[in-house]
């Protein structure tokens, strides 16, 4: 086996694309589940809406397919990703009259078909946390998922049930997982 | 590096104003620059507040995962991909001198030829409009004539984004009708290749 035994979601972008070009549908899979969510956010964080955010999505998948050839040698695929469903989403905001206000990147990132460098590193930011919060446990996603994304936050007590914890004992396993989340990401190379 | 028992305290009350998206007092701004640590983590609590309840609906409908994971289930396509070949200009129209007498200007087509293994390429850019031009051409195998790959497909591509795509018809023919002006690549999938053409401009 060429990559020995780690896991095929364990490697590299290009490792991946490799294999992909060796014939390994398994691997395409991975790489797209790997940057799924990535993707998917950047239409709406553009303000456009779900069919156009469906489409971004797929168009940017197809592309990468075809291309995955020449992308046997980029460094970062991740970067190369959001370039092109930066441009997408550039090209399809061009086509609506007005945007609209409930939009998370600013004007200036609206400003060329390429992505600013601000936005590229808030992206990498995030991309990185996905990334931390999938290498912690079952038990952890799902306390740091509440802490972060769920609205409202559903309260200490909540979580504690979901968990089959006591109240008592939720804030230690809050922090023993803010802990390990804050050393993956370390480990995965965050920068502030 | 090990976090104080103190910082660890600090951290967990700057988690919290992160969550909950108020300013920082002026005990915990002065801890904080006190603290590498609790700053660096800061920083990733709040990209993650950030990120907020609009992660978990990040999530793309079945229907369209499945459209894009079906494009990996193909191992033949798979492996097409990896047989890329860059054409040879063997003809271009332009090259050519005009006849004695002709006036120089604006063409209104340009006829390129390329070769690739076992793979002819004839392409026709013709000026539809002053903004728009088509292009065409045919897929020749070099031994039997046309290309008889009834999974054969053209893409039209920019910069590594794919505009359109054209089967080919029983006589390795494909156009794309109505494209704006400007330098293209076309990406040819067939029997166990793809064959890459860049396009000069029609006014190049």
Known sequence: MQYGVRAVRDRTDAELIQECLDGNSEAWEVLVHRYTRLIYSIPFKWGLQRDDAMEIFQSVWLDCFQELHSLRDIDRLQAWLVRIAVRKCYRFSATRRSRPEDVEINETDHASEDPSRELVDRLDREQLIRIGVGKLTERCQQVIKALFFEDPFPGYAAIASRLGLSSNSIGFTRDRCLERLGKLLEELGYEH | ?204
């Open chain 2, 1 to 204: 590096m090990m976090m104080s028992r103190i910082d660890h305290i600090a951290l967990l009350s700057l988690f919290e104003r992160a969550r909950l998206n108020t300013e920082l007092d002026g005990t915990a701004q002065a801890h904080l620059e006190s603290c590498l640590i609790c700053r660096g983590r800061l920083d990733w609590m709040q990209v993650a507040t950030g990120l907020g309840a609009r992660e978990l609906s990040y999530e793309p409908p079945e229907s369209v995962m499945e459209k894009v994971l079906q494009l990996g289930r193909n191992p033949s396509r798979l492996r097409q991909l990896r047989n890329a070949v860059v054409a040879l200009l063997t003809f271009d129209s332009f090259k050519q001198l005009a006849p004695a007498g002709t006036r120089s200007g604006k063409a209104s087509s340009r006829q390129l030829t390329f070769e690739a293994p076992d793979v002819e390429v004839g392409v026709l850019l013709r000026r539809s409009d002053d903004r728009t031009v088509s292009v065409s051409g045919q897929v020749l195998d070099k031994a039997s004539g046309p290309i008889t790959d009834p999974a054969a497909q053209v893409d039209l591509v920019v910069d590594g984004d794919h505009l359109m795509s054209s089967s080919l018809s029983p006589w390795g023919e494909f156009v794309f009708s109505a494209v704006p002006n400007g330098p293209y690549g076309l990406q040819i999938y067939l029997l166990d290749q793809m064959v890459e053409i860049p396009l000069p401009s029609i006014d190049e």
